[in-house]
């Protein structure tokens, strides 16, 4: 078979050239990384676990009419996803105080918010992804006004299914980010999340013992974090087979 073109390495995913115009193959990697790649480590099947929670995530929302780059799922580390133009954006949602917010602000990590507080950092590893406000957004034209609404009313669409789905088995979304591309429709233009949804992106608490099932099992050093997500698909019924 001949060798696919690599279009990207990142931290987390590679993408290659698919099989149609317009579309991509997504490879999910074992590497996790946090810190802004300070620290690093290849953690065994974690690739296995973000490609199957992805795809969970991103068909529930397609399912919903909230679009995304999903296409189909291709084989245990693949996914079949639309070719899109990034928003150089990371578009952050938060429900409860934690990481940077508490840092930031001083807010004890696990305090519920007044109500889901959306940020955006301008995607940028050189200058560690800081905080932009909508003002530097616009007039910087890394997303226009009505980009700009489009994306708050995605990220909450997103909140809304990603709480709704995992308070049903148990677990508590304190936080969580997704990236958002533009897809072109003749002269139309239209945003659809891209990306990935996994527990390497967002924050996932157990809903009675506060347990954490996400990357900052990793971060923290905590424990297993291949058992962490596993416990997350478990739960939701889409546990790989071994
Ligand atoms: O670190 P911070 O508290 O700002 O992260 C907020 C949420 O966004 C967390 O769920 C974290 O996992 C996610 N995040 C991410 N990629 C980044 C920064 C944050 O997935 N580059």
């Known amino acids: 078979m001949a060798r696919r073109k ?8 590679i993408l290659y ?15 996790a990384t946090a810190f802004n790649a300070e620290k690093k480590d290849i953690i065994e099947g974690k690739g296995v676990l973000n490609n199957r929670l992805s795809e969970f995530f991103m068909t529930g929302l397609n399912t919903l009419g909230i679009p995304t780059h999903f296409i ?6 693949e996914q079949l996803i639309r070719a899109v133009e990034i928003v150089p954006l990371e578009v952050i949602v938060r429900n409860y105080a934690a990481g940077t917010m508490s840092k930031r602000l001083g807010i004890e990590e696990g305090t519920a918010l007044p109500r889901p507080i959306v940020e955006f950092c301008l995607k ?24 700009l609404d489009d994306m708050l009313a995605l990220a ?3 909140n809304d299914f990603l709480s709704g ?11 969580f980010k997704i990236e958002i591309g533009r897809v072109y429709e003749g002269d139309y233009q239209r945003l659809i999340i891209a990306d990935e949804i996994s527990p390497d992106s967002c924050r996932l608490w157990d809903l009675k013992t506060g347990e954490k099932l996400d990357k900052d099992v990793f971060r923290r050093d905590l424990g ?3 058992d962490a997500y596993a416990e997350v698909a478990r739960r939701l019924g889409v546990l790989p087979e071994n």
Do not use: C
């Open 6 to 13: 690599l279009v990207y390495e990142g931290k987390a995913k």
């Open 17 to 31: 050239e698919g099989p149609e115009p317009g579309t991509l193959v997504q490879y999910f990697k074992d590497d």
């Open 72 to 77: 189909k799922s291709l084989n245990m580390r």
């Open 124 to 147: 940028d590893d050189s200058l560690g992804d800081p905080l932009v406000s909508e003002e530097h957004i616009i007039a910087f034209n890394w997303a226009s006004q009505q980009d």
């Open 156 to 158: 909450l669409r997103v």
């Open 165 to 175: 789905v995992m308070y049903g088995v148990g677990i508590r979304v304190a936080d």
């Open 224 to 226: 297993s974090l291949t």
